[in-house]
Nanobody
Framework: QVQLVESGGGLVQAGGSLRLSCAAS????????MAWYRQPPGNQRELVAA???????DYADSVKGRFTISRDNAKNTVYLQMNSLKPEDTDVYYC????????????WGQGTQVTVSS
């Protein structure tokens, strides 16, 4: 089973930037799509951004123009560059992976906390 390990969360002031990383333990078709989700309290995990192995991307409307997802296929790693952060971006961010695009991931990381202070 592929494992995902996230890093890069932390505390930042509004308007600041953070970069999240997620490394997969192996290169398999199960990581054809890698994505970032977040889970507001009391709600289901929601897509932040996703990227296919070929570079096709998808973003939540709330982060378009502020967040950029990218991946290094040689390192089995996906990144999320978050700029112009807002307090409402505060959440636990989860890395996910799946074989298929626009399907909820079947493999999850442990999550990393992002806190944006006003």
């Amino acid at each position: 089973q592929v494992q995902l390990v996230e890093s890069g969360g932390g505390l930042v002031q509004a308007g600041g930037s953070l970069r999240l990383s997620c490394a997969a333990s192996a290169s398999t078709p199960s990581i054809n799509v890698m994505a970032w989700y977040r889970q507001p309290p009391g709600n289901q995990r929601e897509l932040v951004a996703a990227i296919t192995i070929g570079g096709t991307t998808d973003y939540a409307d709330s982060v378009k123009g502020r967040f950029t997802i990218s991946r290094d296929n040689a390192k089995n790693t996906v990144y999320l560059q978050m700029n112009s952060l807002k307090p409402e971006d505060t959440d636990v961010y989860y890395c996910g992976a799946d074989r298929f695009f626009r399907r909820k991931p079947t493999i999850w990381g442990q999550g990393t906390q992002v806190t944006v202070s006003s």
